[in-house]
């Protein structure tokens, strides 16, 4: 959807709303008013994919906007994204000067209740771009003695995780719930940059989730160069250049069982969703969701999203939106099922 689709006349309280023109007027002078910035808000420490993915957008995305107001990005970590995701529903100015890239796993989150301190509802938040969208993946670093997911059913496998509402904490339970896998949770790291530390220490020997997308610009050489092994992929397909990875959606399991990969794989497809707060003046999220429309296809954008080597795959803010109500609106005795298989047993869990 584009700023184009608000040319029709709309009838709201006996009143007609602005024209097109009238309304990117207002937009334009609300985003060009002196000191105006717009922040960016990044549910983790530096240095991961969010963080460098939401970098290259705040470097970009303004100049398309009316007005052209500065991006600032700030670093807000905690609880798995859920800190940031919260002070976006419930704390930020509900006006357009306040976008983050969310947590992929707090839909999922969200349709299952699993964590009782995230406090908002992603069906009101205005949904801007799927920036990019790429299969998760569990990987094992390299010196562990766990190579393949059939290993992993045989052997306890530590994994790195940020939190109970977190996808690092999700995937790996779901796993060992529904496929018998014996990963056990370390739960404490702020971030994905702090448990790839961590693999590399020797703290933990695997990750429990991150983009494929997200590896290929953050740590561009450790799957290429076998420094993690991925032993499976969540997504609907597989990734291209992961074509011996086991997907999800084609592992041999009980029929009954099928939907929750299905539930899985549709959730993966959230990918970095951008939004902006409830409440949101139509005219300034139409204005948005153009400018990013714009700026993907911008050779400046194109061509430091290459050195940055961050792979952008977008969806509209209109199919984001109707995957999270999807994913949120699963009937109830699937959700029944899906909570009980992502919540991790007591021994599958060290704090």
Not at 65 to 92: D, F, K, S, W
Not at 314 to 323: F, H, R, S
């Amino acid at each position: 959807m584009t700023i184009r689709i608000v040319r029709a006349t709309i009838i709201c309280g006996g009143m007609l709303l602005p024209t097109t023109a009238a309304y990117a007027n207002a937009v334009q002078d609300f985003y060009a008013g002196q000191g105006k910035q717009i922040k960016f808000i990044i549910r983790t420490t530096p240095g991961g994919g969010y963080d460098l993915l939401t970098r290259l957008l705040t470097r970009h995305m303004g100049k398309f906007i009316p007005g052209e107001p500065a991006l600032t990005p700030i670093n807000m970590p905690g609880g798995g994204g859920i800190v940031a995701a919260n002070y976006l529903a419930q704390v930020a100015p509900r006006d357009g000067t306040v976008l983050s890239i969310f947590s992929q796993g707090l839909a999922s989150d969200q349709a299952l209740g699993l964590s009782p301190q995230f406090r908002s509802d992603r069906r009101q938040i205005n949904w801007i771009a799927n920036v990019t969208y790429s299969n998760q993946l569990l990987v094992i670093y390299h010196t562990s003695a766990t190579k393949t997911l059939e290993d992993a059913k045989g052997r306890v496998t530590t994994i790195g995780a940020s939190g109970a509402g977190s996808a690092s904490t999700q995937y790996p339970a779901f796993f060992n719930n529904v496929l018998g896998t014996k990963f056990k949770m370390i739960f404490g790291y702020p971030g994905g940059p702090e448990i790839d530390l961590a693999m590399e220490k020797g703290e933990v020997e695997g990750r429990g989730t991150n983009p494929y997308t997200d590896y290929m610009s953050a740590k561009p050489t450790w799957i290429p160069q076998k420094i993690v092994i991925p032993l499976i992929q969540t997504g609907i397909v597989k990734e291209p250049a992961l074509p011996d990875v086991p997907l999800l959606l084609d592992l041999p399991v009980k029929e009954a069982d099928r939907p929750l990969l299905e539930f899985m794989s549709r959730s993966a497809a959230v990918g970095r969703p951008l939004g902006t707060t409830p409440g949101v003046p139509a005219e300034r999220v139409a204005a948005l969701r153009h400018a990013f429309e714009a700026m993907i296809k911008n050779p400046e954008f194109i061509a430091d999203a290459a050195r940055s080597q961050v792979d952008i795959r977008p969806m509209t803010g209109a199919q984001l939106d109707k995957l999270i109500r999807e994913i949120i609106d699963t009937p109830e005795d699937i959700r029944v099922r899906i909570k009980r298989a992502l919540e991790p047993l007591d021994g599958d869990v060290m704090r």
